[in-house]
């Protein structure tokens, strides 16, 4: 398929990063002024205060991670709180159904991955694109499918 992007490429939902980050940050800042601003707290009081803000915006940051990297030899899948390397020879399905948060790998194993680095929230045109583009990768670059009908399921998504 000559429509393929150059490897390697990363998906990840930019719009949504944007905002978990930016919040996150102004949070900080915020609650740290606050901190130092108020004349009443103790250093124990303030530290604490700051230590709450950094979590905050740790818990943004760790939200904001996911992304789908794929390159020559397969895909990486980072998600919340893991990563999964798969062989492109695992990866039977792409998809990304009305409805669904985010995209899922049919593996060869009998199971299912989500990849929250693809997900129509803020963005749904650019979910789709990014869905179809990891499907023809997928199908390119995988064993094939004998039946002809793998990642079939994925044009019902229209938008």
């Given at each position: 398929m000559?429509d393929?992007?150059?490897l390697?490429?990363?998906?990840?939902?930019?719009?949504?990063?944007?905002?978990?980050l930016t919040a996150?940050a102004?949070?900080f800042?915020?609650?740290t002024?606050?901190a130092l601003?108020l004349?009443?707290l103790?250093?124990?009081?303030?530290?604490?205060?700051?230590?709450t803000a950094?979590?905050?915006?740790?818990v943004l940051?760790m939200?904001s991670?996911?992304?789908?990297?794929?390159?020559e030899?397969g895909?990486t899948?980072?998600n919340?709180?893991g990563?999964?390397?798969l062989?492109?020879a695992?990866?039977?399905r792409?998809?990304l159904?009305?409805?669904?948060p985010w995209v899922f790998?049919?593996?060869s194993?009998?199971?299912?991955l989500?990849?929250?680095g693809i997900?129509?929230?803020?963005?749904?045109?650019r979910?789709?694109?990014d869905?179809?583009t990891?499907?023809a990768?997928a199908?390119?670059?995988g064993?094939?499918?004998p039946?002809?009908?793998?990642?079939?399921q994925q044009?019902?998504h229209h938008?």
């Amino acid at each position: 398929m000559s429509d393929l992007p150059v490897l390697p490429v990363t998906f990840r939902p930019g719009r949504t990063r944007a905002v978990l980050l930016t919040a996150g940050a102004t949070i900080f800042v915020v609650i740290t002024t606050v901190a130092l601003l108020l004349e009443k707290l103790g250093p124990g009081e303030r530290v604490s205060f700051v230590f709450t803000a950094a979590l905050i915006f740790g818990v943004l940051a760790m939200l904001s991670r996911p992304k789908v990297v794929a390159d020559e030899s397969g895909v990486t899948v980072v998600n919340i709180t893991g990563r999964r390397r798969l062989a492109w020879a695992e990866i039977l399905r792409v998809n990304l159904r009305p409805g669904d948060p985010w995209v899922f790998l049919d593996l060869s194993d009998g199971t299912s991955l989500p990849a929250l680095g693809i997900q129509p929230g803020i963005a749904k045109q650019r979910a789709i694109s990014d869905a179809r583009t990891l499907r023809a990768l997928a199908e390119a670059r995988g064993t094939g499918d004998p039946d002809g009908q793998r990642g079939g399921q994925q044009d019902e998504h229209h938008g």
